[in-house]
């Protein structure tokens, strides 16, 4: 289905911004990596819910993308009093880092980060609080781009020039480790660049170009780069690659304040239920749930968010599904660099685990994401 576009330059600049925060710090999870201490043992538990039952105020921080762009139907219900708790969204635009700078100081119970974040939080000891996980959010979002239509493999990209953005972080070691474990090291020069804007120009400039950028940068591309083609996913050469391990690609996350989560269990509960049933809405309505992402200050533009909603790995795990996939994405950031994860592996007690019985999927999201890779 054709969509007609219309976009000023202030808004393209702001939605470039929000694919930089989740390429900054995206990446691609495996199994943990020899040599690595930390054995995940526990299970959940045949438990009472912790702290009070009385109902209460949670102040909820947002990444603005795809964090959030799942979240319509959940903040609708929270704005129509349709929640047992008081549940209050407040967009950061995508200043992770003064989320979560606003979250240690107390400004919010939850927030959406990007994935390697958490640890870090759960890392640093010397914090005013402590966190725990509580959801993935996003899988993999990570696509070759080019505009050169013979372009389908890897394989194909040999000896070629391949830009991108987010040297030193995430982004390099995930495309250097998914190059080593399918033999390609050095097959191709990989060039960096300092802002995506940099690379959208090379797009419109260079004959045969090559990207490997994330989605919603894919889509906005689109209105200034044509032909545009996007023949290769990250996430699919990853999953295809990583088979052996059972490997997820990880983008966002939800954490919560720990005391938070002792003090109020059912409020958690409730928050990974109502994400979990606006997760599989959005699913099953994109187009509606795109017509919504301006006005919910969920994204700030709708027809671009139509045109990526398909591609931005919208789930909601938690629990053991939650642990599998994160703790591997943790494990294989920290074998290529410890400082990106805060410098350990964590331990059980990072991963929130609800009592068993209190969530009726755990998985919401996944096969459809992992079903859109291969396709």
């Not at 609080?129 to 050169?148: A, E, F, K, R």
């Not at 045109?307 to 994160?326: F, H, Q, Y």
Request: hydrophobic share 40%; aromatic share 8%; charged share 20%.
């Amino acid at each position: 289905m054709s969509r007609s576009w219309s976009i000023s330059r202030r808004t393209f600049l702001g939605l470039s911004a929000a694919s930089l925060a989740l390429l900054g710090l995206g990446g691609c999870g495996s199994v943990q990596p020899s040599g690595s201490a930390v054995s995940l043992t526990a299970e959940p538990e045949k438990r009472k819910l912790q702290g009070s039952f009385d109902p209460v105020q949670a102040r909820v921080g947002l990444i603005l993308g795809p964090p959030s762009m799942g979240l319509a139907q959940f903040v609708l219900a929270a704005r129509a009093k349709r929640t047992v708790n008081d549940f209050s969204f407040t967009s950061n635009g995508v200043d992770y880092i003064g989320l979560s700078a606003a979250l240690n100081q107390g400004d919010y119970d939850i927030a959406t980060l990007p994935s390697n974040i958490g640890p870090i939080l759960y890392n640093n000891h010397e914090l005013q609080n402590s966190y725990q996980v509580i959801s993935v959010n996003n899988l993999g979002i990570l696509y070759v781009m080019t505009t050169d239509p013979s372009i389908s493999t890897l394989s194909d990209l040999a000896g070629r020039r391949v830009y991108a953005y987010g040297e030193g972080g995430p982004p390099e070691y995930t495309i250097q480790a998914l190059l080593k474990k399918k033999g390609l090291e050095g097959s191709f020069e990989l060039e960096f660049k300092s802002t995506p804007f940099e690379v959208l120009n090379l797009m419109q400039q260079e004959d045969k170009c090559v990207a490997i950028l994330p989605q919603p940068f894919i889509s906005l591309s689109k209105l200034m780069v044509d032909p545009l083609y996007a023949p290769i996913s990250i996430t699919r050469e990853w999953n295809e690659a990583f088979a052996d391990t059972g490997s997820q690609c990880v983008t966002t996350i939800t954490v919560a304040n720990r005391a938070f989560i002792e003090e109020h269990e059912q409020a958690i509960v409730e928050y990974l239920q109502m994400q979990g049933s606006s997760v599989s809405w959005t699913l099953e309505h994109m187009d509606e749930a795109a017509a919504l992402q301006e006005e919910l200050d969920l994204f700030l533009n709708n027809s671009v968010a139509a045109d990526a909603l398909p591609d931005v790995a919208l789930t909601c795990l938690c629990g053991t599904e939650m642990r599998r996939a994160l703790s591997g994405y943790i494990a294989e950031l920290f074998a290529v660099n410890p400082d990106a994860v805060g410098g350990e592996l964590p331990d059980d007690r990072f991963y929130y685990l609800p009592p068993v019985g209190a969530i009726e999927d755990e998985a919401i999201g996944l096969a459809a994401a992992n079903a859109r890779v291969r396709a």
